[in-house]
């Protein structure tokens, strides 16, 4: 995260599109952008930012760095969800509820993190829900139904994700992890194993059978937190000389 050319994107589920404050926006011109990291907090509207700020009784960093607004309603709703808001993000384009970056005709819908991939970059999606839910999916699988969750994950690893951090693990049969192993991905299922990773050129991360526990939930547990999570996934995918696409979700199921 110090890479001075790292643009960190943080796009709030529902409504807000919030980027670095304008003196980064101006570094980022003068300087090639290597690397791009889209944090989504799930389910976090402006009443949530609004919330937080009567709480706290003053502005938040947020408020420093709001300078527009993103809208994922859906094609066939006034109220998203998970996969459409992922699809708007991941595709510039909106699609009916539940389908995942495919159009409401049903038309494959390029991402994001395909057009990085197709230029050289490496990839990864982190995730506290299953890596395989909605969200996560959006960016690298393309399936009309989002609980297709067994036919997300072999599409995950086709894609050719390089990091793949999250829970889901149930989604993921031995076939499937043999070939992920064969395609060069370490696999990982716990903390201690995670912090160990730091020689993998790929990554398989599954930490729960279905979706990690809450944060105030997981010292009971041997999953990692979604910092640690995030900060294996940058030490990995910072070594391609090219540069990073990155999801980072706080995802509840």
């Given at each position: 995260?110090?890479n001075?050319?790292?643009?960190?994107?943080?796009?709030?589920?529902?409504?807000?599109?919030?980027?670095?404050?304008?003196?980064?926006?101006?570094q980022?011109?003068?300087?090639?952008?290597?690397?791009?990291?889209?944090?989504?907090?799930?389910?976090?509207s402006?009443?949530?930012?609004?919330?937080?700020?009567w709480?706290?009784?003053?502005?938040?960093?947020?408020?420093?760095?709001?300078?527009?607004?993103?809208?994922?309603?859906?094609?066939?709703?006034?109220v998203?969800?998970?996969?459409?808001?992922?699809?708007?993000?991941?595709?510039?384009?909106?699609?009916?509820?539940?389908?995942?970056?495919?159009?409401?005709?049903?038309?494959r819908?390029?991402?994001?993190?395909?057009?990085?991939?197709?230029?050289?970059?490496?990839?990864?999606?982190?995730?506290?829900?299953?890596?395989?839910?909605?969200?996560?999916a959006?960016?690298?699988?393309?399936?009309?139904?989002?609980?297709?969750?067994?036919?997300i994950?072999p599409?995950?690893l086709?894609?050719?994700?390089?990091?793949?951090?999250?829970?889901?693990?149930?989604?993921?049969?031995?076939?499937?992890?043999?070939?992920?192993?064969?395609?060069?991905?370490?696999?990982?299922?716990?903390?201690?194993?995670?912090l160990?990773?730091?020689?993998?050129?790929?990554?398989?991360?599954?930490?729960?059978?279905?979706?990690?526990?809450p944060?105030?939930d997981?010292?009971?547990?041997?999953?990692p937190?979604?910092?640690?999570?995030?900060?294996?996934?940058?030490?990995l995918?910072?070594?391609?000389?090219?540069?990073?696409f990155l999801?980072?979700?706080?995802?509840?199921?």
């Open positions: 995260m110090k001075k050319r790292t643009i960190m994107v943080l796009f709030i589920f529902i409504g807000m599109l919030l980027f670095l404050p304008n003196q980064a926006l101006v980022a011109e003068e300087a090639p952008v290597r690397n791009v990291i889209f944090m989504i907090p799930d389910g976090f402006t009443d949530y930012a609004t919330g937080y700020r709480y706290k009784g003053e502005q938040s960093v947020m408020d420093e760095m709001l300078v527009g607004m993103h809208r994922t309603y859906s094609a066939n709703s006034a998203t969800d998970s996969a459409a808001g992922g699809t708007a993000m991941a595709t510039g384009q909106k699609t009916n509820n539940g389908m995942i970056a495919m159009s409401p005709t049903g038309d819908l390029p991402t994001i993190l395909q057009t990085a991939k197709a230029n050289g970059k490496k990839a990864g999606l982190v995730t506290t829900t299953t890596i395989t839910y909605a969200t996560p959006a960016f690298a699988s393309h399936v009309k139904d989002r609980k297709m969750e067994a036919e994950a599409q995950l086709e894609n050719q994700v390089d990091v793949l951090l999250g829970g889901g693990k149930k989604y993921f049969p031995k076939a499937l992890l043999k070939q992920a192993k064969a395609d060069g991905y370490h696999l990982v299922t716990n903390q201690a194993a995670l160990k990773s730091n020689s993998a050129n790929k990554l398989l991360g599954l930490f729960a059978e279905g979706a990690m526990k944060e105030l997981r010292h009971t547990t041997k999953e937190s979604l910092a640690e999570m995030s900060e294996a996934a940058i030490q995918l910072k070594k391609e000389k090219n540069g990073f999801m980072i979700e706080g995802g509840t199921d």
